[in-house]
């Protein structure tokens, strides 16, 4: 006879559907190797974090103490009725208009924990098992997680140096159509600003497109685009493109989130979506089903320094900084890879990420040469193929996803070096 210790603690079915995801596979990585200089963490320079901006926010809104009672206690499901409005301002201004003619009241503007959340929550509002979502290849590995862990089917839509291709969009739904499956497609992804992990941008006349073609397709019901903002405001150069939501006239049928995790401090796990009217209940009830609020402090903290312009302030900052890293990223591209056949990457204009292509008989994943030797060379990457939806055998092998975000300048170069030394050495053996 066992004892209870001894017995099988039985999981349920859905939590089989979030085993071996990517990210998981990364963490054990960074874990197993942390003496590699890596390129493959996506976390934010800790050089960048607002430590005194931070001190200061949180004297102010512990100031009295009627103003500390009020941020201490538990806030409301969808946040702080102040942050709320505060980044209906803030929101309004990216979008270069008034907070009138944005079109949507404070009620559709939801505070979560980190974007991620939201992003999140939207999946466990909308989809049910074998429900169908169009994302780009390649697309956010976590979003592919959160699709996998609802069951949710995935198509992959082609993707270029302007982002996911409307036409090939069209022609997918054009097919799920005709095999009588339109019904089971709830959502399009889109990373629209400077993608993780491709570093592209959906160009202006694409984001138009792809609403276009969402509405198109809307015939029994509505199929929503699931805008993820989260690089927005890291642009270094280029055009100033609108979102995808703007093109959304009736305010009807996308849903954008952001985050200030990557321009501010992403363990303070402020995000915020806006979403359609009618979706607003489902995905607060949702959510006070799971946490009835986020952290109602930190929404303090961040009205507060949206409020006094210390915000805007380290921003400019914030993206100073990552455009040199850009700089030395491409730099280092350009001086250790340019002599290699079949390489190439993407130049992006804002963002944490370069994408690079190798030959196709250069195999990039965890357990291939490369990715051994490039350890052994003390540095590391993340695999592309981790970075696509659906079943591993159809996705591209040779890629990899390299990341400025953490490494200061100088060892930017250095990682450069050591990554391409351990391409060739893998190419000639
Ligand atoms: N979307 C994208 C594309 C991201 O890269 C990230 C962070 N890696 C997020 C959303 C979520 O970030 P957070 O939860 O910190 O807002």
């Not at 990216?94 to 009620?107: H, N, Q, R």
């Not at 980190?114 to 989809?127: A, I, M, R």
């Not at 090939?168 to 629209?192: P, T």
Request: with cysteine; glycine share 8%.
């Amino acid at each position: 006879m066992k004892t209870p210790a001894e017995l099988p603690i039985l999981m349920s079915q859905r939590s089989t559907l979030t085993k071996d995801l990517a990210i998981s596979f990364l963490m054990q990585q960074g874990v197993e190797n942390p003496d590699c200089l890596s390129l493959a963490a996506g976390l934010v320079d800790p050089e960048t974090l607002p430590v005194e901006e931070t001190l200061r926010a949180a004297q102010q809104v512990l100031a009295t103490r009627e103003s500390g009672i009020r941020a201490l206690q538990y806030g409301t499901t969808p946040g702080s009725a102040q942050l709320r409005s505060e980044l209906l301002t803030y929101f309004a201004d990216l979008e270069k208009c008034s907070t009138e003619s944005l079109g949507i009241d404070a009620s559709q503007m939801i505070l979560t924990t980190g974007s991620q959340q939201l992003l999140s929550l939207v999946c466990e509002t909308l989809l049910d098992p074998g429900d169908i979502c169009l994302v780009a290849g390649p697309t956010y590995f976590v979003f592919a997680g959160n699709l996998a862990g609802v069951g949710a089917r995935t198509v992959t839509i082609p993707s270029d140096d302007q982002g996911m291709d409307p036409a090939a969009l069209d022609h997918a739904l054009e097919q799920i159509a005709s095999m009588k499956e339109l019904h089971r497609v709830k959502l399009i992804y889109a990373v629209s600003y400077y993608d993780n992990p491709s570093g592209v941008c959906l160009s202006t006349s694409r984001r138009e497109q792809i609403v276009e073609i969402a509405k198109k397709w809307s015939r029994e019901h509505r199929i929503l685009v699931l805008e993820d903002a989260a690089y927005r405001e890291l642009r270094y150069d280029g055009e100033e493109h609108p979102s995808v939501w703007s093109f959304d006239q009736e305010r009807a049928n996308v849903i954008y989130t952001q985050t200030f995790s990557k321009t501010f401090s992403p363990g303070i796990r402020v995000g915020f979506g806006i979403v359609p009217k009618d979706l607003v209940t489902a995905i607060c009830e949702r959510k006070g089903n799971e946490d009835f609020g986020s952290a109602h402090f930190n929404q303090k903290l961040i009205a507060t320094v949206l409020r006094s312009g210390e915000y805007q302030g380290h921003l400019a900052k914030v993206r100073d900084g990552y455009r040199l890293k850009r700089d030395a990223m491409l730099a280092a591209a350009q001086k250790y890879f340019s002599d290699l056949p079949g390489v190439s990457w993407v130049h992006p204009k804002g963002g944490l990420y370069v994408w690079m292509t190798l030959p196709e008989s250069l195999e990039s994943g965890f357990d291939r040469p490369l990715f051994s030797q490039a350890v052994k060379h003390g540095v590391m990457y993340v695999p592309g193929e981790l970075c696509y939806a659906g079943p591993v055998e159809d996705r591209p092998r040779s890629q990899m996803r390299l990341s400025y975000g953490v490494l200061p300048v100088d060892l930017i170069d250095e990682a450069m070096r050591r990554l391409a030394d351990a391409v060739r050495e893998t190419q000639s053996a």
